[in-house]
């Protein structure tokens, strides 16, 4: 079965591990520029440093110049949900096509036969997804370093929550072709679970799944966190206690990235009178990062890994 | 003789619709049974119940004294089944599905696969979905025999093909027989077909077996009764009567007789095999329910 298995799903294997390549042919040239212009531009000594106006402008321009591998790596976030619908094809298509009928009946058992179908799909998975985060973590290494890896663009990439969100595509993919039988909206199901799972989790779980911190100063004289590399939930002028004060301001630039959080200070400078404004930021610290990272993935990929068992558990026990 | 496959009591019920019930059969080793009977009248639900796609909702069914639900490795390897519409990996090459059956059956022979496929004239290099639907059919049923098995049940291998590939298909399954002695399960519509392979024959309908026996001892023991117009009474108490039609001057009888016929007003005649499966197929009334006993006395 081994074989059987192997013969069945290489092609998908070998289309995701393209798309993989694909990706790092791009990554890896526009990693080691942007590194190198990081280094030479001293750019890892702005980190932290607020005051200096020098630094700021810098750190920006480098942002902005490098937008365009921070947008790579936004779209490469989709990589684990298309490896897993194609690495779940070959098991919904035995039972569409009714080829399981065929493998059912050769002298190995059904479990043997889910085994291998499942196990293979994983494991593929785990790779293609294994070598997006390598390839994320190396190749955004500067734009992480100055902007922190909470954004999207980094955080779905890098650690383990790729492979949360491919297991959970396969899970939805695989459960609804062992209930259905159909491929193709099993598949495309899974897709729209999926986008809706993502957008679900990245604007309004993930900055709930630890209480954020609150953290209030003066805006006069006094400085306010470093929240560079932070993911800033909300930032507003405050009174001393933290209570927002109605006002007309709004932040100049995203608070969500954490790109622009230094212009927003600058911004909210002018508005400010005197000595009673204070300004409150919530938001989770990026030494946060891998306690996110294990909670989604025991959530994102715990439902996967239930709907791959309930597909295992359906298929032994009820198809025929 | 020992039966090859076995049923008690068997039943599959699907919502409130009985596909399969209460079936006995007893289907000796050595045999060839072909399995007849109207769409959805049950053929294919007591095949996947043989090899173990599905289970029983009531009942028991063993294929060479084994269940195959509960003890697949006993039953698996000793079955070759091609399934309806014999479905295989259209991605497959004919030698990567070769090698599909080499790696999932301990009991594979190569050679046999090697020399059917040449027999067929196919080429090893060709893919399973660019051939015919008779050439998948016979891919399959290779898949099947070189398992070397001791049963092969075949659920309408022959339904999609055409005439020409139906009896090279049904050459294959003979051959097999005749070499091998193996004991197979055919279910059809095409009755001309099985009468020319079968030695045994099972007539299901509306989840119900109609009449289990060696043909043979069918074609001997049913009658066709033709005399003036009259109702079947006299005989209907003797003997089962399947059919009755009538014309202005004269009742026709296919009768079912235990013993002979012994009545000077009809003319008795020989029926042929396809009248009586289409007899029973016709027949609303009280089932000609048989023992088991009636196949395993081949």
Known sequence: ?320 | MTAALETRALGKRYGSNWALHECDLAIPEGSVTALVGPNGAGKTTLLQLAVGLIAPTTGTIEVLGHDARAEPLHVLPHVGFVAQDHPLPRRFTIAETLKLGRELNPTWDDALAERRIAELGLSRRQRVGTLSGGQQAQVALTLALAKRPKVLLLDEPVASLDPLARREFLSGVLQAVTESGITVVLSSHIIADLERICDHLIILSRGRTQLVGAIEDILAGHRLLTGPRTSPGGVARVHDVIRESHTERQTTLLVRANGHVYDADWQLHEVDLEEIVLAYLGHDGGVAETEPAAVAAR
């Open chain 1, 1 to 320: 079965m081994i074989w059987v298995g192997w013969r069945q799903q290489r092609l998908e294997t070998a289309i995701a591990a393209g798309v993989l390549l694909a990706l790092a042919a791009v990554a890896i040239p526009a990693g080691v520029h942007m590194a190198s212009v990081y280094a030479h531009e001293h750019l890892a000594s702005c980190v932290g440093n607020a005051e200096s106006s020098a630094c700021g402008l810098a750190t920006g321009s480098f942002q902005t110049r490098f937008v365009g591998v921070n947008l790579l790596f936004t779209w490469s976030t989709l990589l684990p949900a298309v490896a897993a619908l194609l690495l779940a094809a070959p098991f919904v298509l035995d039972l569409d096509s009714g080829t399981y009928r065929l493998f059912w009946t050769q002298s190995i058992t059904r479990r043997r036969w889910l085994a291998v179908k499942l196990g293979f799909g994983v494991i593929a998975l785990a790779a293609v997804t294994g070598g997006l985060t390598v390839l994320a973590m190396w190749a955004r290494a500067p734009l992480d370093h100055s902007g922190g890896r909470m954004g999207s663009s980094a955080y779905d990439a890098e650690g383990i929550v790729p492979l949360a969100y491919g297991l959970f595509v396969f899970g939805i993919a695989v459960a609804l072709g062992a209930l259905w039988r159909r491929i193709v909206p099993a598949l495309l199901l899974a897709f729209v679970a999926y986008v809706i799972g993502r957008a679900f989790m990245d604007s309004w779980l993930r900055e709930r799944l630890l209480a954020p911190v609150k953290s209030t100063w003066q805006l006069a004289g006094q400085h306010g966190p470093n929240l560079d590399r932070a993911l800033v939930i909300d930032q507003f002028l405050s009174d001393k206690s933290g209570t927002r004060i109605a006002t007309a301001f709004r932040p100049c630039g995203s608070t969500s990235s954490g790109f622009l959080t230094h212009t927003n200070a600058v911004c909210a400078q002018p508005l400010a009178r005197g000595a009673h404004a204070y300004m409150t930021a919530i938001y989770q610290p990026a030494s946060r990062f891998w306690e996110l990272q294990g909670i989604e993935f025991a959530i994102v990929a715990g439902i996967g890994a239930l709907l791959v068992l309930l597909a295992a558990w359906w298929t032994q026990r009820r198809v025929a």
